[in-house]
């Protein structure tokens, strides 16, 4: 062990051919199953993500109406109740 060679293999190529065949079926069933997985995060996030802008959405419009609706009532109540607080 101590002449520093480098020990060689023969292989022969059927068999290299056929190993790689199946190596080349297993890389291309992670890969599938790594797509699947991201497909899926992906389709959680958008949910999440469409939940939140459902939410903020339904909320500016719930603000927009009640400052339409209840601003005539608040410009009355104004009108009556300052002149009271400033005698």
Known sequence: M???????????QAGY???MARLDKVDEK????????AQRIGKKVGR???ILYGV???MLIVLVYL????MPA???LQQQWMPALLK
Do not use: A, Y
């Open 2 to 12: 101590e002449d520093n060679n480098i020990p060689s293999v023969v292989v022969d």
């Open 17 to 19: 051919n056929e190993v």
């Open 30 to 37: 992670l890969e599938f199953v790594n797509s699947e997985i």
């Open 48 to 50: 999440d993500l469409g």
């Open 56 to 58: 903020v959405g339904g």
């Open 67 to 70: 400052i339409i609706v209840l």
């Open 74 to 76: 608040i410009i009355q």
